[in-house]
């Protein structure tokens, strides 16, 4: 579904070309603002509804009102909001979310929406106009590529309109434009991640990437099987050898800095599926292993949202990919194998492989000499036992670094959780016969991860994100959410210097 947006001017009158008129009513006794005003247009309607109990106090509640007397709109989406001292970023977000749910599955064509006025703490006009933008791509997203025919479900909404006051209005389209670009980027990683694994391979991954840089000029490289082995990633190529698709080493560069400017690199796992190897996974829901390449699927969306809005900065993605597959040739646990860098690793487990193929891409990184690298991982389950599906996991020793990832991480409404890394996790990653060994034990198991990693990470200020948790949803909604784009995004806006406030 495509959905064009307009932002109006207001005109102080609610007789615009829309069919849905939405707004938004507080858990607390009187009306304010806009419902306020409707409320008289409509005769204390929206009072006695509230008395009555048809509007819900609890947040998120819809009520559609058709043919109302008094205003000129053919139906009203009532929201209701919950306690005003309570609305939030995140009250906000879920609010919107079922907003857009209702409309989607309405027959509402042009959508004037108000909630976007409402005040919401540390949000300012733009960035509630661009969430409300990015919640509705993200409702009204469907997977179909890969079916033979189309479900019957159609949404016929036409447009959104946002009114606001003459001075916001130049503020407010460009809070449009870069929440379409937002939602483009996360798009583009949620096909990603959505394809199955036998369509989303490593040479898909890279084609995919090398149009991208196409159409959005960017530089693009893809390193194959022997420019890999001549880096001597043994690392990297271990996990590799047991499947029959070849290795990629994707490397994209946008330049929308000054030449020369030191870039940031954003370093994503493109497993495009992970067996775990000889140390095989069970296989209840191994199908979910298409998804651990949803940190590169991130890292290619954030550049594609970057692009679009014109980001004034140098940035670098680098993606490995293959699959990790048992096979006779395959790494055994014991093995040991000679990472870029130099430090042996020993591989307890097969199944502990992104940190194996990470390893080499930080160590491939320091030729940018990157002013920060961030990887993006779908790295541990230990993290989505730590944090659930709310937060990524969010490493770094870099104080100043881990300070403006947790902003833009608030800033975007993409949640992230710091948890240590302090050097007692080291010990865990002991071995007796290489120096350092892919795995720490049972304990802490995504920290020691983001240990083993910090250790080829010494040249530049760096940041670890396990998204295991965030990336994709279970169950009967199963699918990537496109996150953390918005974080990354948003990031990497604050260090252009570009706000959308
Ligand atoms: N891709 C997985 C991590 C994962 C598991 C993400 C489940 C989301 C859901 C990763 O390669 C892996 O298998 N990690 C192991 C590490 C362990 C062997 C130390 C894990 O988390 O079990
Ligand atoms: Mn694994
Ligand atoms: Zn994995």
């Known amino acids: 579904m495509t959905v064009s947006f307009k932002v109006q001017i207001r005109r102080h009158s609610f007789f615009t070309s829309c069919d849905c008129l939405i707004l938004g009513v507080f858990d607390q006794p009187e009306l304010t603002g806009i419902a306020a005003d409707i409320d008289a247009m409509l005769g204390g309607k929206l009072t006695r509804l509230k008395a009555s109990g048809d509007i819900d106090v609890n947040a998120g509640k ?5 043919e109302v007397d008094g205003i000129d709109v053919a139906r009203v989406l009532v929201v209701s909001l919950g306690k005003a001292d309570e609305f939030n970023a995140r009250r906000y977000k879920e609010v919107l979310r079922s907003t857009w749910r209702a409309v989607s599955c309405s027959r509402a064509v042009k959508v004037d929406c108000r909630l976007p006025l409402l005040s919401v703490r540390n949000l300012d006009l733009s960035e509630r106009i661009r969430l409300a933008v990015v919640e509705l791509r993200y409702e009204s997203y469907r997977f179909v590529q890969m079916k033979s025919k189309l479900d019957l479900e159609q949404c016929v909404l036409e447009s959104v309109v946002f009114d606001v006051d003459a001075d916001d209005s130049g503020n407010a389209q460009t809070a449009v434009q870069h929440g379409l670009a937002l939602a483009n980027g996360m798009d583009f990683a949620r ?9 989303c391979t490593p040479s898909y991954l890279a084609q995919a990437a090398t149009q991208l840089a196409k159409d959005w000029t960017m530089k693009a490289e893809v390193l194959g099987h022997e420019e890999i ?19 990629q080493l994707i490397v994209l560069q946008y330049e929308g800095g000054k030449t020369g400017a030191a870039p940031v690199v954003l370093i994503g796992k493109g497993i495009t599926f992970d067996s775990g190897g000889i140390s095989l996974k069970p296989g209840a829901g191994m199908d979910e292993m298409k998804y651990d390449m949803c940190g590169a699927a991130a890292v290619l969306g954030t550049l594609r949202a970057i692009a679009e809005i014109r980001l004034p900065l140098n940035v670098v993605a680098i993606v490995p990919a293959c ?13 040991i194998v000679t990472s870029m860098k130099g430090l042996t690793i020993e591989v307890l487990n097969t199944d502990a492989e992104g940190r194996l193929i990470l390893c080499d891409a930080l160590t491939y990184a320091e030729r940018f000499k990157p002013a920060a690298v961030i990887d993006v991982a779908t790295l541990t389950g230990a993290c989505v036992i730590a944090l659930g599906d709310h937060h990524s996991g969010l490493y770094a020793k870099d104080e100043a ?25 080291q010990e865990q ?12 034990g049972r304990k802490a198991g995504s920290v020691t991860a983001a240990c083993f990693l910090s ?11 396990d998204i295991a948790g965030t990336a994709w949803t279970e169950g009967a909604s199963k699918g990537a959410t496109g996150r953390p784009v918005p974080l990354l995004t948003r990031f990497l806006e604050n260090r252009a210097g570009m706000h959308c406030v």
Request: hydrophobic fraction near 40%; aromatic fraction near 8%; glycine fraction near 8%.
């Open 62 to 66: 819809t009520l559609w009102l058709h």
């Open 191 to 199: 096909d990603l991640g959505n394809l199955p694994g036998n369509v």
């Open 229 to 247: 082995e001549a880096l001597k990633m043994g690392s990297f190529l271990s996990v590799a050898r047991a499947s029959t698709e070849a290795p």
């Open 323 to 335: 699959e990790n597959m048992p096979g006779g040739n395959a790494n055994k646990p014991g093995d």
């Open 401 to 425: 670094l881990a300070a403006e990832l947790l902003q833009a991480s608030s800033q975007s409404s993409d949640a992230a959780w710091r948890l240590p890394l302090d050097d007692e996790y």
């Open 429 to 440: 990653l002991k071995s007796n016969f290489a120096d350092v060994a892919n795995i720490g």
């Open 455 to 465: 250790r080829f990470a010494e040249e530049y200020p760096w940041a670890h994100l």
